[in-house]
């Protein structure tokens, strides 16, 4: 079984930038899509971004395009989000996430869930 950690939310003024981290553990597998959800109070949660193990496929949600930046370290099992421009619409709690393809990269194809970090932007 796969654990996942985030770590790096916080609180950030509008236009401001914080850096998301996702650390795999356990029985690790560096060929698994991994990516972040969010959900905003009182919203379902949505998927964000993803990346394919091997890099080379990606997916970003239309309201993050051009701002969020995944990669993927596969020697550390870790996974990072650059998040600039921040808004104060993308307060959430981010969860990372696995799954065995990014085709499957959504709320019913994720295999492991980590258990969230909170990113709160002032307006």
């Known amino acids: 079984q796969v654990q996942l950690v985030e770590s790096g939310g916080g609180l950030v003024q509008a236009g401001g930038s914080l850096r998301l981290s996702c650390a795999a553990s356990?029985?690790?597998?560096?060929?698994?899509?991994m990516g972040w959800f969010r959900q905003a109070p009182g919203k379902e949660r949505e998927r964000v971004v993803a990346i394919a193990w091997s890099g080379s496929s990606t997916y970003y949600a239309d309201s993050v395009k051009g701002r969020f930046t995944i990669s993927r370290d596969n020697a550390k099992n870790t996974v990072y989000l650059q998040m600039n421009s921040l808004k104060p619409e993308d307060t959430a709690v981010y969860y990372c996430a696995a799954s065995v393809d990014i085709a499957r990269f959504d709320y019913h194809g994720i295999v492991t869930w980590g258990k969230g970090t909170l990113v709160t932007v002032s307006s």
């Open positions: 356990g029985r690790t597998s560096s060929t698994y899509t």
